[in-house]
Antibody, heavy 118, light 109 residues
Framework: QLQLQESGPGLVKPSETLSLTCTVS??????????WGWIRQPPGKGLEWIGS???????YYNPSLKSRVTISVDTSKNQFSLKLSSVTAADTAVYYC??????????WGQGTLVTVSS | QSVLTQPPSASGTPGQRVTISCSGS????????VYWYQQLPGTAPKLLIY???QRPSGVPDRFSGSKSGTSASLAISGLRSEDEADYYC??????????FGGGTKLTVL
């Protein structure tokens, strides 16, 4: 059964870069048809799509975050990663990774809380 | 502010039928499939409806989805206490991004 697990620092200082990794198990990240995405949810608020990547490296990003976001993939490790630069308190959220086809997010990680604070 | 518009809350008593609306535009709901997600308290969202009205295996047929023009709806019949959760609609947008609704908190009275 496919499983996704987010990992990375739970605390990031303002103006620094948030870095998270999603490890995929029970399936190959190189599977055709599927993209791999990041979604976040500020405490007490709704879901926000950050972006997604295909195993070949093709990416789609949320236009409102595009200037600060980089999503990359490492097929040898069956992982994909998120980098969000110049973070502020507004970037404090639970960050989820997911397997997706466009807006169909079939499998989700459990999520990881990242707090932006000095 | 979310691209797709949902009512912030909905409620019903056990056994009732409730509907949750989701309004978008021609660039998202109007030209792409709609998806619904259920998020139980403290857990990750779960795919509830895909391609407007299809249920993944394991989702009870009490849940149904529909779409008309630039709007969509999620209906829950035979409401149960375990249905109390947040519900989100989503759709691909022609600007090459995913749009989510702001979410609807369903309370079972």
């Amino acid at each position: 059964q496919l499983q996704l697990q987010e990992s990375g620092p739970g605390l990031v200082k303002p103006s620094e870069t948030l870095s998270l990794t999603c490890t995929v198990s029970g399936g190959s990240i190189s599977s055709s048809s599927y993209y791999w995405g990041w979604i976040r949810q500020p405490p007490g608020k709704g879901l926000e799509w950050i972006g997604s990547i295909y195993y070949s490296g093709s990416t789609y990003y949320n236009p409102s975050l595009k200037s600060r976001v980089t999503i990359s993939v490492d097929t040898s490790k069956n992982q994909f990663s998120l980098k969000l630069s110049s973070v502020t308190a507004a970037d404090t959220a639970v960050y989820y990774c997911a397997r997706c086809i466009a807006a169909q997010l079939n499998n989700w990680g459990q999520g990881t809380l990242v707090t932006v604070s000095s | 502010q979310s691209v797709l518009t949902q009512p912030p809350s909905a409620s019903g008593t056990p056994g009732q039928r409730v509907t949750i609306s989701c309004s978008g535009s021609s660039s998202n709901i109007g030209s792409n499939y709609v998806y619904w997600y259920q998020q139980l308290p403290g857990t990750a969202p779960k795919l509830l409806i895909y391609r407007n009205n299809q249920r993944p295996s394991g989702v009870p047929d009490r849940f149904s989805g529909s779409k008309s023009g630039t709007s969509a709806s999620l209906a829950i019949s035979g409401l149960r206490s375990e249905d109390e959760a947040d519900y989100y609609c989503a759709a691909w947008d022609d600007s090459l991004s995913v749009s989510f609704g702001g979410g609807t908190k369903l309370t079972v009275l």
